[in-house]
């Protein structure tokens, strides 16, 4: 019911930024918290951060200071501005939705993008 399509990955320096894109359709965007999720070789998926309809958010501790998830909701699109990027941050990102509120658990979303590598050199 609700596709996704992420971008804005890519190849960057560690210390340097990179802002991802998340385009929702099929749905009505207002009524579901978006969330960003990641994961790295070998490792399960881990929760990044996530967002409800009014701008209300949550973040990792590992992200924290660094990353900051923002949505448009005229646009229909969740961002992640991620600065200061370390190796560590190297990983596929997903983009997820769910109805109302977030969770930090990658089952509780209903919805998933396709994933966007991102990778930070050393």
């Known amino acids: 019911q609700v596709q996704l399509v992420e971008s804005g990955g890519g190849l960057v320096q560690a210390g340097g930024s990179l802002r991802l894109s998340c385009a929702a359709s099929?749905?009505?965007?207002?009524?579901?918290?978006m969330g960003w999720f990641r994961q790295a070789s070998g490792k399960e998926r881990e929760f990044v951060a996530a967002?409800?309809?009014?701008?209300?958010?949550t973040v990792a501790d590992s992200v924290k200071g660094r990353f900051t998830i923002s949505r448009d909701n005229a646009k229909n699109t969740v961002y992640l501005q991620m600065n200061s990027l370390k190796p560590e941050d190297t990983a596929v990102y997903y983009c997820a939705a769910r109805f109302n509120t977030y969770s930090r658990s990658y089952y509780a979303w209903d919805y998933w993008g396709q994933g966007t590598q991102v990778t930070v050199s050393s």
């Open positions: 967002i409800i309809w009014n701008g209300g958010s």
């Open positions: 099929g749905g009505t965007f207002r009524s579901h918290a």
